[in-house]
């Protein structure tokens, strides 16, 4: 039914007329002049066929291929493989620059450096500032616990190991304020209140500190630190 449609379409446009506007002796009058549509461009085959243009064009893009056929008449696609997203199936706005891959608004990401359009396979984005990188300019880190990428202003290192360590696994020393990853949290207790720290010098610095306060010092240490 749907071919039908468009072969229909075709024949109705193989019979249109224009108006013209013609210069006489007597003056000017309107002329109707059939349509101009040569046999390479459409056909009628014993009344009953009727033969339109098609375009077959095979877009190479990096490793992958796609195909599209439309009428040359009115551009009407009969297959079009970049048209659907391929990861959820939604209407295509761009392609991937590393991969080929069709990609809709939901599964593109913009590298924040070269402003090109990338699919979530081959982007990264900081787990902190939430800024988006291309696989070539992603530089920074990743967390030693998780393997978050954090780019190069957001990055945290532990003070013990020098090791890379995200928002969600860096832990805050109770007494000197420096970041540690988990790997080397010492804890401790104080009134319930549970304390982590960079290490046992300042475990033991904290501890000694804590020790020389009265019953109400000490209340105010462990919830304030």
Same mark, same amino acid.
């Given at each position: ?73 009115? +551009? ?33 990401? +913009? ?35 998780? +393997? ?71 209340? +105010? ?5």
């Amino acid at each position: 039914m749907l071919y039908k449609m468009r072969i229909d379409g075709a024949r109705s446009f193989g019979t249109q007329t224009r108006t013209y506007t013609v210069d006489t002796e007597e003056g000017t009058e309107e002329r109707e002049v059939p349509v101009t549509v040569t046999s390479n461009d459409l056909r009628e085959v014993m009344n009953d066929m009727i033969v339109v243009p098609m375009w077959h064009v095979e877009y190479k893009v990096k490793d992958r291929t796609y195909l599209r056929e439309f009428f040359a008449t009115d +551009g009407f696609a009969m297959r079009d493989d970049m048209a659907l997203c391929i990861v959820c199936g939604d209407k295509t706005i761009a392609v991937c620059t590393r991969c080929g891959s069709t990609i809709c608004s939901s599964h593109t990401v +913009g590298c924040r450096t070269c402003g090109d359009l990338f699919c979530n396979s081959d982007s990264v984005r900081c787990v902190k500032c939430e800024s988006s990188y291309c696989r070539t300019h992603a530089v920074g880190s990743q967390c030693v616990t998780c +393997g978050s990428f954090m780019d190069s202003p957001c990055v945290l290192h532990c003070v013990t190991c020098n090791a890379a360590v995200c928002p969600d696994h860096a832990v805050t020393c109770a007494r000197c304020g420096k970041v540690v990853c988990p790997s080397h949290i010492v804890k401790a207790r104080y009134m319930l209140v549970k304390k982590q720290f960079c290490g046992d010098s300042c475990h033991e610095a904290y501890d000694t500190e804590y020790r020389q306060k009265g019953v109400l010092g000490k209340i +105010g240490r462990a919830i304030k630190n």
